[in-house]
């Protein structure tokens, strides 16, 4: 079986479609989804609603779906500390999404478990362990053994970093982060998701470089017109850092 596996959309709907194209014509049966669909991007309702309405997805909740679904002074507060510019987007998406919204958001899972033909796969955002903890590429083997100290998973899918990597521990534990749709940080800004080929307890992995219309995700992103939205268009067309 074939199943995409894709991560921090963002609201950017333009990157999503493409994506979506791209899945349909690999035909993969199955979606997962591991969070952050919604926040400090162009389009975040469209996003929301079109994952709502999908029959064949497995959706988990991302740190920034909890931000907005729990929002709270303190949240923004700490967001403004340390992310000014995320601050007013998470200010700007409270207004701007709907409680109905908030609402799927806030009753997602924050991981999920699951078996597809004889693999043991568990789902995260950020690590089993936190849904903000990064994975990222070049770090120490023993680290990751440490973040899947008590998991039994055979395959690990995470996000949140915005950069694919992969590793596989000593107990032959695959851990793959996917990248992200709608805000890659990559030198090359493609959105990036993973296709994973399952088949009698084996599987394999692809990551997938998909181009879309940046131009017109940047613009729908500048007209959030909250302060900051230029910048996040920016990263849109030429990603430099992954928090501002």
Aim: charged fraction near 30%; glycine fraction near 6%; hydrophobic fraction near 40%.
């Amino acid at each position: 079986m074939k199943i995409a596996v894709l991560s921090d959309i963002h609201g950017n709907f333009q990157a999503l479609e493409s994506v979506m194209k791209d899945i349909e014509e690999n035909k993969c049966e199955r979606v997962l989804c591991l969070g952050d669909l919604a926040m400090a991007g162009p389009q975040p309702r469209m996003v929301i609603d079109f994952v709502k309405k999908q029959t064949n997805w497995d959706v988990i909740q991302g740190n920034t779906d909890k931000m907005i679904a729990e929002f709270s002074k303190e949240i923004l507060e700490n967001t403004k500390k340390n992310f000014p510019v995320l601050a007013n987007a998470l200010m700007d998406d409270i207004l701007y999404i709907e409680d109905v919204r908030k609402e799927y958001l806030k009753n997602l899972p924050p991981h999920k478990e699951l078996e597809i033909e004889g693999v043991k796969i568990l789902m995260v955002h950020g690590s089993p362990r936190r849904n903000n903890e990064d994975i990222l590429p070049d770090m120490p083997l023993k680290t990751i053994e440490e973040i899947l100290t008590g998991v039994d998973a055979d395959l690990i899918f995470c996000g949140h970093t915005h950069i694919p990597c992969g590793y596989q521990t000593n107990k032959k534990q695959t851990v793959v982060n996917v990248g992200s749709v709608g805000r890659p940080m990559t030198k090359d800004p493609k959105a990036c998701y993973v296709i994973a080929d399952i088949q009698d307890g084996g599987f394999s992995i692809e990551h997938r470089f998909i181009d879309y219309d940046r131009q017109m995700a940047a613009e729908i992103m500048r007209m959030r017109k909250f302060e900051g939205a230029e910048k996040l268009a920016q990263m849109i067309l030429e990603p430099k850092e992954r928090h501002l």
